[in-house]
T-cell receptor
Framework: AQSVTQLGSHVSVSEGALVLLRCNYS??????LFWYVQYPNQGLQLLLK??????LVKGINGFEAEFKKSETSFHLTKPSAHMSDAAEYFC????????????FGSGTRLSIRP | NAGVTQTPKFQVLKTGQSMTLQCAQD?????MSWYRQDPGMGLRLIHY???????DQGEVPNGYNVSRSTTEDFPLRLLSAAPSQTSVYFC???????????FGSGTRLTVV
């Protein structure tokens, strides 16, 4: 079965610092990969996705992620953190058995220090 | 265009009661899914559907039923509520494979 591992349940960075949220997946075939963001008491919002093609994917709010097949990773980065980036972030992958079935990681809570 | 609409937003049930969580989307999406969110566990897939009349089980289907009689609606039924079903439930829909899901705002369910 496909799975997603997010390293670090809580990451804290200073405002203006680099944001790096780690995600590794298990898959025997090329997957679709996603990053979602959840603000308090809200649903999830799609940040970016990788399907095929360019391995560096740009999303909303200045975030980007790079698909590295050799490392089975899809880490999320942002060069300069803003206070409004404080939220929970989820990495997700489509299951091998059905590309309509998306499996989520356990999430990483991002805190921004002034 | 309302997106994905979930009702109710909050619900308290007694152990053993049954209820239906409603989910409707107006985007003509074929794919719909139900997830539950628990602290530290991310989102776990309960059931999903790839079109009207077609449903399948996800990671944690026990205690839940679904049906998909129309493209727009995908209700989730709790047959006999248990405290372990206390959670936040999210419905999501997608136009096709690989485009990502649009999520509703969630239903917070407490079973006492």
């Amino acid at each position: 079965a496909q799975s997603v591992t997010q390293l670090g349940s809580h990451v804290s960075v200073s405002e203006g610092a680099l944001v790096l949220l780690r995600c590794n997946y298990s898959s025997s075939v090329p997957p679709y990969l996603f990053w979602y963001v959840q603000y308090p008491n809200q649903g999830l919002q799609l940040l970016l996705k990788y399907t095929t093609g360019a391995t560096l994917v740009k999303g909303i709010n200045g975030f980007e992620a790079e698909f590295k097949k050799s490392e089975t990773s899809f880490h999320l980065t942002k060069p300069s953190a803003h206070m409004s980036d404080a939220a929970e972030y989820f990495c997700a992958v489509t299951a091998y058995s059905s590309a309509s079935k998306i499996i989520f990681g356990s999430g990483t809570r991002l805190s921004i220090r002034p | 265009n309302a997106g994905v609409t979930q009702t109710p937003k909050f619900q308290v049930l007694k152990t053993g009661q049954s209820m239906t969580l409603q989910c409707a989307q107006d985007m003509n999406h074929e794919y719909m899914s139900w997830y539950r969110q628990d602290p530290g566990m991310g989102l776990r897939l309960i059931h999903y559907s790839v079109g009207a009349g077609i449903t399948d089980q996800g990671e944690v289907p026990n205690g839940y039923n679904v049906s998909r009689s129309t493209t727009e609606d995908f209700p989730l039924r709790l047959l006999s509520a248990a405290p372990s079903q206390t959670s936040v439930y999210f419905c999501a829909s997608s136009l096709k494979q690989g485009v990502g899901y649009t999520f509703g705002s969630g239903t917070r369910l407490t079973v006492v």
